[in-house]
């Protein structure tokens, strides 16, 4: 499996955010899937998050605009979840579970290594923008711990050495 990197849009260029017709018409259609826009928020986020990269405070607005709800509405659902990345992100996040099937079966040691090999740690990124950490919480994944997950893919039974390899795979991957 090859995972995909993030771009993450300029923060400039989301200062103000208008959906252009692409996002709109993708926007309407999610809409239908639900009784009321309010129901439809995680999946227009996750649609935004997609398309720039990262939830930006323009963005919250184009959405809370769009879906006729406070900013700060938007604003308290963006930053309860993790998945949500609220400064723009390095091109691969990885997201390492920490939670007790993870922790007992190596995620601590997985942490050391990642720490060890890219100089960084939980809430860090490398200097390069290639890489960046978060500690999570349980991914669902507990019977193939522990689990890192890069953006938007699993990597399950993970130890040091498959670690690496990963880490060299996504380190060389192209735009
Ligand atoms: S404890 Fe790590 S996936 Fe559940």
Redesign the pocket.
Known sequence: MSTAPIHAANPEELREVRFDAAMESQIAELLTHYPIPRAALLPVLWLCQKRYGWIAPGVMEAVAARLGLSPAYVQGVVTFYTMFHTTPPARFVLQV???????VCG?GELLAHLRKRLGIGPGERTPDGTFQIVGV??????G????VQVNDDYYENLDPAKLDALLDELAAAKE
């Not at 579970?97 to 922790?103: M, R």
């Not at 919480?137 to 507990?142: H, K, R, S, Y």
């Open positions: 579970c920490t939670t007790l099937s993870c922790a995620a919480q349980c991914l669902g994944a507990c193939s711990a522990p689990v």
